[in-house]
């Protein structure tokens, strides 16, 4: 083998190793991304129209709370009861320690109606609420938007959700292509 064949069988050698590395980092970096930092998710169902609708693929953002607490009217996904296989998404109602009371289809936080309400529409199930729940320092009562088609905090079998639980908050929605922007938790 002549010294230029060598030479060239070596450089191929290194080209090839450094396209490995590159999509080994890549693989990485993308991994480690959808791990700590965001992640896509489906929305299922139309709990959370007319902001989301059933079929909407959105991003959630899982690193923000690592480092603030999640915020009244941010829409947020969690595993529903029947664990990991099932996420809600629904928006945040009451916070920590707040007390939260449903009458005549009105929800009030601390005895005060909540001004920015999110609803669809008139609230006509109740769920489970007979009476007001108190929050723990650690419970986030959540509802969907289309509160008549929601299984949400008011039903016993979602309930209160503990921060621990909560996966990240909605902040962009990529798919249909039309709709595809930022989720802004100030906007109707």
């Known amino acids: 083998m002549t010294f230029r064949a060598r030479r060239r ?3 191929n050698r290194r080209e090839i190793f450094l396209w490995l590395v590159t999509l080994a980092v890549a693989g990485l970096t993308a991994a480690c991304v959808l791990i700590f930092v965001g ?3 489906k929305v299922i169902g139309s709990s959370m ?6 079929g909407d693929q959105v991003i959630l953002d899982k690193i923000t709370y690592r480092f603030q607490k999640p915020k009244r009217f941010e829409i947020v996904v969690f595993p529903g009861p029947e664990g990991r296989k099932k996420l809600y998404v629904k928006r945040i109602i009451g916070l920590p320690g ?3 009371k449903i009458s005549d289809g009105k929800v009030y936080i601390n005895g005060q109606e909540i001004a920015a309400d999110y609803a669809k529409d ?3 199930p109740n769920g489970n609420m007979k009476k007001e729940l108190t929050l723990d320092k650690d419970e ?4 969907g938007d289309n509160r008549n088609n929601s299984r949400d905090s008011r ?3 979602v309930g209160p ?3 621990s639980e909560i996966i990240g908050r909605v902040v962009f929605r990529i798919y249909p292509w039309k709709q595809a922007g930022t989720i802004n938790k100030d906007e109707l």
């Open 39 to 41: 992640e896509r998710t």
């Open 9 to 11: 069988k070596n450089r």
């Open 155 to 157: 039903y016993l079998e």
């Open 140 to 143: 986030y009562f959540v509802m």
């Open 49 to 54: 129209e007319p902001k989301l609708h059933d």
């Open 122 to 124: 008139y609230m006509t």
């Open 98 to 100: 707040e007390t939260v």
């Open 161 to 163: 959700v503990k921060r």
